[in-house]
């Protein structure tokens, strides 16, 4: 089993659908984060949450430490929303990643 | 540009050649982590740096591999030997560790090819 899980594996929307991708991790962490992948590589850091809520723009990623389950949402999806969203579980001691398998995003005009 | 570089984008080479990649990180970040990613899948931790030193090594790092931070700033990924096996995306990534976000920058990768 992976330390860190994510659901689904690939997603189609259409543009303006509100989306959810989920992830669920067995390790103990201080905070998860989000990334984003787009096609050729680049990695961005979307959010680092430890509990609670974050914001930012459209993008809204929430976490539960104690059912160790985050969700990313997406509001009035976009077509340049498409890209593979991943989340990652920090470990000690170098904060080195256990990341999960990744959410291939396709928004459709 | 401020950000973390990787040298080369692509590399394609013949099985049994050695390849090695290049990362520069964010100047002041004194952690770089080197990732592998395989088609369809996240990526997976290599190994990483604080400074020059190189802290943990993952399985996954056979003994064809290896790393390199000289002098606590670029680094160095070597692969002797190369097997098919070896086509991946390599992903660099730096932090400043003793901040407050211990946020990862990317580079954008190395997409390796082996025929």
């Known amino acids: 089993k992976n330390e860190v899980e994510q659901s689904p594996q690939n997603l189609t929307a259409q543009e303006g659908e509100f989306i959810t991708i989920n992830c669920s991790y067995s390790v103990g962490i201080s905070a998860l984060h989000w990334l984003q992948q787009h096609p050729g590589g680049g990695i961005v850091s979307l959010f680092m949450l430890s509990s609670g809520k974050k914001k930012h723009g459209r993008l809204i990623a929430t976490i539960n430490i104690q059912e160790k389950h985050s969700s990313l949402h997406i509001t009035a999806s976009h077509p340049r929303d498409s890209a593979v969203y991943i989340c990652?579980?920090?470990?000690?001691?170098?904060?080195?990643?256990?990341f999960g398998t990744g959410t291939s995003l396709t928004v459709i005009p | 540009d401020t950000g973390v570089s990787q040298n080369p984008r692509h590399k394609i080479t013949k099985r049994g050649q050695n390849v090695t990649f290049r990362c520069d990180p964010i100047s002041e970040h004194n952690r770089l982590y080197w990732y592998r990613q395989t088609l369809g899948q996240g990526p997976e931790f290599l190994t990483y740096?604080?400074?020059?030193?190189?802290?943990?090594k993952s399985r996954l790092l056979s003994d064809r591999f290896s790393a390199e931070r000289p002098k606590g700033s670029f680094s160095t990924l070597e692969i002797q030997r190369t097997e098919q096996g070896d086509s991946a995306m390599y992903l660099c990534?730096?932090?400043?560790?003793?901040?407050?976000?211990?946020?990862?920058?990317f580079g954008a990768g190395t997409r390796l090819s082996v025929l």
């Open positions: 740096f604080q400074n020059e030193a190189q802290l943990e």
């Open positions: 990534a730096s932090s400043f560790e003793g901040g407050t976000k211990n946020i990862q920058y």
């Open positions: 990652a579980a920090p470990r000690l001691p170098g904060n080195q990643f256990y």
